[in-house]
């Protein structure tokens, strides 16, 4: 089924060399031994047509995906953030809801004058770029943009099969916000589709699960955690249980859209341990990734202990 899907759609542009960049980050890795993790982040689009005007999005904006990627880089992992372009990213997430050009000022009235941070911006602006040149001082982090599913869909295939090499000690954080319709390629218009036409029907089909070969084939050593979304509670967990019995990974992240920032809830086949955060720690800055990694680095650490403790 998957593989069926991946083979009639087309890959992304420049997959080979994405492949190789992957292959050295990951090798240099290896060399300093740190683990890696492959972050997934935002939604994928559906398009609607072949030259693509109209597609179908998600609400996801990847503030999960950019902020677990801080906290793994600050507990040592080096990251491939796999993530939908223009969505939040690591480190400049913080600055999101700035104008660029109101944190700038000119030093000086006369034509060349140097550019320069306005002073009550200096503060917070020296943070994140203290981090972020650790990042790229130590090459930990590795971007890799996607738009639409199946650009998604094969990348991920690509990321995690180069991942195979590093067995236990890869973790997968698939944290995408993953379409589960499409329209396939043979039922799709190659143009625009007019509005002259009247008004607009769609049939979709399933998108295949792609948990099922990741899994089983293309990176079957690694520790794999997925995400359940829901919007009914009364669900939330039996439909994490389900998905740990069927893909038969490690551990599924199980949240509700509207609280999805202030409580997640850890399941595995035995265990199902509830995270969440005080009102006091949102409003002074923390956020529940930070705990979220912290329990995951745990897990992963035991995961790849020889006796498992
Ligand atoms: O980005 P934010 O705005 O911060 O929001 C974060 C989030 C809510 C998107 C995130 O926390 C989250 O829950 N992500 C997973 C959303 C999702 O796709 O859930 P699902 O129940 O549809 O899928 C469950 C799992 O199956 C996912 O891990 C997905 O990677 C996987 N999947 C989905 C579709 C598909 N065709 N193949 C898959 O393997």
Known sequence: MAAAFLNQTSKPERLDEKR???????EQQKQVDRKVVLVT?????????????????NFSVGSRGAASTEYFLKKGYAVVFLHRNRSL???LRHLSTYNFLDLLELDGENQDAPVKVKSEHQ???????????????????????????????HLLQMCSTCLQGLGKSAMLYLAAAVADFYIPKDQMPEHKIQSAEGPLQLS????????????????????????KLETNKDILVSKSLQALDKYQHQLVIANLLETRKREVKLV????????????EELSSGHE???KIVR?????????????GH
């Open 268 to 279: 595995t086949t035995d265990n199902c341990v509830d995270i969440s955060m005080t009102t």
């Open 20 to 26: 190789s960049e992957i292959l050295d980050f990951i």
């Open 295 to 307: 329990e995951l680095a745990s897990l992963h650490s035991k995961f790849c202990s020889p006796d």
């Open 41 to 57: 982040s935002g939604g994928t689009t559906v398009p609607l047509e072949s030259k693509t005007v109209r597609f179908i999005d």
């Open 204 to 227: 979709l089909q399933l998108v295949p699960k792609m948990l099922e070969p990741l899994v089983k084939e293309w990176v079957p050593e690694a520790f794999v955690v997925s995400f």
């Open 123 to 153: 503060k917070r602006l020296s943070s994140i770029l203290r981090d972020y040149e650790q990042v790229q001082r130590d090459r930990s982090l590795l971007w890799v943009e996607f738009q639409s599913l199946s650009e998604y869909l």
């Open 89 to 91: 990213k690591p480190f």
């Open 288 to 290: 529940i990734e930070e």
